[in-house]
């Protein structure tokens, strides 16, 4: 059982945007940047988003992400069939002195 | 261009032991925290261990602490998961990955991933 909550799955049409939610506590989120990633299936993940709300270069600006008390949410605009895959919020975790991750949510794009 | 590959997985009976290699190009270990993550099948990413730049700094997630050591050699950029005591629940794909700074991994932003190998703990 993750620290940090993600809902299991979150669906829309392409073109919509789509939000994802990570929630946690004042001992992770609430003292630390968040970093989301994405992952396909087979592959290893890839950075998407670094102190709560940077874009590495190479990621397109419909990804975004941002941070308020102890939840970070990662948005997608203009969603397209290719972004289907699994997403995970990541933080440090003071309390636990360890590195956490979210349970993950898989995003379909129908 | 930073590139790391993971090597050494395989299947290994439950109590056995598997050393993981991590070699890197592209990078002075010196300069970055390391870590290692996994994968259980269908599951979600799990990190495991840290291992800064100076390697003076060590963690460990409580489900492998006093069964998993990391360690790295510098002058052969490579960095290392020993596991020990391994259990049906240690199956997983590892991944290590590199951190920004080499104090430290805040945000735990990995910048960088191997490709994976497969442990398989399994009678």
């Known amino acids: 059982q993750s620290v940090l909550m993600q809902p299991p799955s979150v669906s829309a049409a392409p073109g919509q945007k789509v939000t994802i939610s990570c929630s946690g506590s004042?001992?992770?989120?609430?003292?630390?940047?968040v970093s989301w990633y994405q992952q396909f299936p087979g592959t290893a993940p890839k950075l998407l988003i670094y102190?709560?709300?940077k874009r590495p270069s190479g990621i397109p600006d419909r990804f975004s992400g941002s941070k308020s008390g102890t939840s970070a949410t990662l948005g997608i605009t203009g969603l397209q069939t290719g972004d289907e895959a699994d997403y995970y919020c990541?933080?440090?975790?003071?309390?636990?002195?360890?590195?956490?991750f979210g349970g993950g949510t898989k995003l379909t794009v129908l | 261009e930073v590139q790391l590959m993971e090597s050494g997985g395989g299947l290994v009976q439950p109590g056995g032991s598997l050393r993981l290699s991590c070699t890197t190009s592209?990078?002075?270990?010196?300069?970055?925290?390391m870590t290692w993550v996994r994968q259980a099948p269908g599951k979600g990413l799990e990190w495991v261990s840290l291992?800064?730049?100076?390697?003076?700094?060590?963690k460990y997630a409580d489900s492998v602490t006093g069964r998993f050591t990391i360690s790295k050699d510098d002058s052969k950029d490579t960095l290392y998961l020993q596991m020990s005591s391994l259990r049906v629940d240690d199956t997983a794909i590892y991944y290590c990955?590199?951190?920004?700074?080499?104090?430290?991994?805040?945000?735990?932003?990995?910048?960088?991933w191997g490709q994976g190998t497969q442990v398989t703990v399994s009678s």
């Open positions: 990955a590199k951190c920004r700074s080499s104090t430290g991994c805040h945000g735990l932003r990995l910048e960088n």
């Open positions: 592209g990078l002075t270990l010196r300069d970055n925290t």
């Open positions: 291992i800064t730049g100076s390697g003076e700094v060590i």
């Open positions: 004042i001992s992770n989120i609430g003292k630390d940047y």
């Open positions: 102190d709560n709300n």
């Open positions: 990541a933080t440090w975790d003071s309390n636990l002195d360890a590195g956490e």
